[in-house]
């Protein structure tokens, strides 16, 4: 079964709002990562955050991570077109080693 | 800028076919994995391999195989290709060392078997 799952399955907003996604995970984790991927492409990695920390900010992105509810949200202020695909939450297995577990990924639309 | 390439963007191939997927990084990288991706279920891992002529299993490593003669290319075998493993196929790679989590991928195969 998956490790992370996404929600909602799919968003779509006007240009400008904010965007929140939000990722469950089942087990302990060492860290939590969110990864975008343009449609028909690879993923490419925004923001990693690590158990012992609750928030973090990358431009116009923050990540909140509760360990305790095992969730953590993916905001996008004033999104843009651009910012349309898909973002996938990605969680270490708990166990140390480098295997990542991906969720199915929230599609996001940002009209313009 | 670490680059991760899959030799192809689009393949069409027949039952029963054999079929190599290709990937290559040029960052120097121990680890490298091959996942497939379908709608509705994420990314899943085949196989990963942690160092030359190392590999692993990973979630659903029926029907595949790899292989990993070179430190950068990280190669993907389909024995007999059937219609089940039409998907998107993406290769990714990360540095050894402590902290290093984060993956780079490629731009992804989109496999169609007929």
């Known amino acids: 079964s998956q490790q992370g799952e996404e929600d909602p399955q799919a968003l779509s907003i006007q240009e400008g709002e904010n965007a929140t996604m939000n990722c469950s995970y089942k087990t302990s984790i060492n860290n939590l990562q969110w990864y975008r991927q343009n449609s028909g492409r690879g993923l490419v990695h925004l923001i990693l955050i690590r158990s012992n920390e609750r928030e973090k900010h990358s431009g116009r992105l923050r990540v909140t991570l509760d360990t305790s509810k095992k969730s953590s949200s993916l905001l996008i202020t004033a999104s843009r077109a651009a910012d349309t695909a898909s973002y996938f939450c990605?969680?270490?297995?708990?166990?140390?080693?480098?295997?990542?577990?991906f969720g199915a990924g929230t599609r996001l639309f940002v009209k313009a | 800028d670490v680059k991760v390439t899959q030799s192809s963007r689009y393949l069409v191939k027949r039952t029963g076919e054999k079929v190599f997927l290709e990937c290559v990084q040029d960052m120097d990288h121990e680890n490298m994995f091959w996942y497939r991706q379908d709608p509705g279920l994420g990314l899943r891992l085949i196989y990963f391999?942690?160092?030359?002529?190392?590999?692993e299993k990973g979630d659903i490593p029926e029907g595949y195989s790899v292989s990993r003669e070179k430190k950068e290319r990280f190669s993907l075998i389909l024995e007999s290709a059937s219609t089940n493993q039409t998907s998107m196929y993406l290769c990714a790679s990360i540095p050894r060392g402590e902290g290093q989590e984060t993956q780079y991928f490629g731009p992804g195969t989109r496999l169609l078997v007929l």
């Open positions: 990605a969680t270490d297995a708990g166990t140390g080693g480098f295997k990542t577990i």
């Open positions: 391999s942690y160092d030359v002529k190392m590999k």
